[in-house]
């Protein structure tokens, strides 16, 4: 099966699978510039779109997403419980919410969600017999600058959602790693422990030149990892109904 993922910005990422597109995360349109926008609109255009939705904040939601979603040839929508009931009038019609922890069978998709040590949920998507993470803001959150307690919490929570994970195979798998913190917000441990197919790092606010440099750091586990440079980049892959890579 052939398989495209498609960079927009930050935590937005477009995935083309078994016919169909899966939207993550597309942020508030003040953080899309023109190029990401154009990339936006040419990889929903005409297609079957489910559109995902991790949790509030506005780097990771937009509350016109349906009018983005528009050139689709058809979109449903997974929201995260926190999106509900903080915008409840920006939830589109016949959208799926979903609470943290939970299961869901939902337009021809299996869904499970994880609980965020931030906010709303990660999800782990069944797709054609594809195995799909996106973590949203669920990440190894270890701030210098916090309580001890905090620190050690953040990390545990983390490492407790990490070994569910690992449990089943992840064969694409879109996770944090920030550079702002020492850990990378998780990303290498991420990669050695669930060791997906492909790894697609995120959280990066834009500025894309320094994941080459921790390219080997998220290679340790196996896995190929796409580095990108610009909205609009893509990579392809081939990947076997079964999940196993050919």
């Keep these: 099966m052939r398989v495209r993922v498609t960079y927009i910005f930050h935590n937005c990422f477009l995935l083309d699978i078994g016919g169909r597109t899966l939207l993550f995360d597309c942020p508030d349109g003040k953080y899309l510039k023109r ?9 929903l255009g005409g297609r079957r779109v489910t559109a995902f939705v991790s949790h509030s904040h506005d780097d990771h939601f937009r509350q016109d997403l349906a009018v983005a979603c528009a050139g689709a040839a058809s979109a449903d929508f997974v929201v995260s419980d926190d999106v509900a009931e903080m915008y409840p009038a920006a939830v589109p019609r016949g959208a799926l919410v979903v609470e943290p922890d939970e299961a869901y069978s939902f337009s021809g998709l299996a869904i499970e969600t994880l609980m965020s040590n931030d906010l709303g949920v990660a ?6 017999g ?3 993470y ?3 803001d669920l990440a190894a959150w270890v701030w ?23 449990r089943r195979p992840v064969d694409i798998a879109f996770t944090n790693v920030d ?6 917000a998780g990303g290498p441990e991420f990669a050695r422990t669930a060791r997906p197919r492909l790894l697609v790092p995120m959280h990066a606010f834009g500025r894309t030149a320094w994941l080459k440099e921790v390219r080997p750091l998220l290679t340790a586990g196996g896995s190929d990892v796409f580095v ?3 909205p ?8 076997e109904p079964s999940g196993n890579p050919t």
């Design 134 to 136: 996106f973590g949203g």
């Design 144 to 166: 210098e600058t916090a309580a001890e307690a905090e620190r050690t919490f953040t990390a545990e929570f983390f490492t407790r959602a990490l070994e569910r994970i690992a």
């Design 130 to 132: 594809v195995r799909v």
């Design 123 to 128: 999800y782990l998507v069944e797709v054609n």
């Design 35 to 43: 190029r990401a926008a154009e990339a936006l609109s040419l990889g």
């Design 179 to 184: 550079r702002r913190l020492a850990n990378l």
């Design 228 to 230: 990108y440079d610009k």
């Design 232 to 239: 609009g980049q893509t990579l392809e892959l081939d990947l």
